[in-house]
T-cell receptor, first 113, second 113 residues
């Protein structure tokens, strides 16, 4: 069964304290891996798409990397406004055309000033 | 470019009633997917529409249905509401090809009493 697991479930950081979030996946064939940020009561906001092992993407204080079994979201010198739930999702290649996403349960990040 | 819009934003219904939620995708996007988000189950895929045809369906009972119109706008319907249907319903749109990034709307918060 295709599965996505995120760790830790929750993370509390001091402002400026860098860390990484993990997303491990077990799928039959990966088409793409996606990172989203979700603020309370809002829809997920797109951050990154990764398609192949070794790929890296960066945006401000965030950097996403991908291996054959997992992805990391590195947060460098976080600020309080980075506090949110970070969601990882995968698209599986079932052989047909579909954009179905399988989501992990997310990591709740709190950055304290 | 305007983002994904969903209406209504909030809805209160009683058990046994039915509800229709609406989604307008980003201009040019032809694929629309629906997800249910609850604290216990996280984000779960409901169904995906492309060119007015259902392209994929998740593991939800037949009370959940949807459709897509020629202008790519989509609606989802839930009949005979149950307490457990209380959730945030999210719509996401993407370009036609599989593997494309999905962009989410703000969601419709449904409360079933």
């Amino acid at each position: 069964e295709d599965q996505v697991t995120q760790s830790p479930e929750a993370l509390r950081l001091q402002e400026g304290e860098s860390s990484s979030l993990n997303c491990s996946y077990t799928v039959s064939g990966l088409r793409g891996l996606f990172w989203y940020r979700q603020d309370p009561g809002k829809g997920p906001e797109f951050l990154f798409t990764l398609y192949s092992a070794g790929e890296e993407k960066e945006k401000e204080r965030l950097k996403a990397t991908l291996t054959k079994k997992e992805s990391f979201l590195h947060i460098t010198a976080p600020k309080p406004e980075d506090s949110a739930t970070y969601l990882c999702a995968v698209q599986v290649n079932y052989g047909g055309a579909t954009n179905k996403l399988i989501f992990g349960t997310g990591t709740l990040l709190a950055v304290q000033p | 470019k305007a983002g994904v819009t969903q209406t209504p934003r909030y809805l209160i219904k009683t058990r046994g009633q039915q509800v229709t939620l609406s989604c307008s995708p980003i201009s040019g996007h032809r694929s629309v997917s629906w997800y249910q988000q609850t604290p216990g189950q996280g984000l779960q895929f409901l169904f995906e529409y492309f060119s007015e045809t259902q392209r994929n369906k998740g593991n939800f009972p037949g009370r959940f249905s949807g459709r897509q119109f020629s202008n790519s706008r989509s609606e989802m319907n839930v009949s005979t509401l149950e307490l457990g249907d209380s959730a945030l319903y999210l719509c996401a749109s993407s370009l036609a090809r599989a593997g494309e990034t999905q962009y989410f709307g703000p969601g419709t918060r449904l409360l079933v009493l």
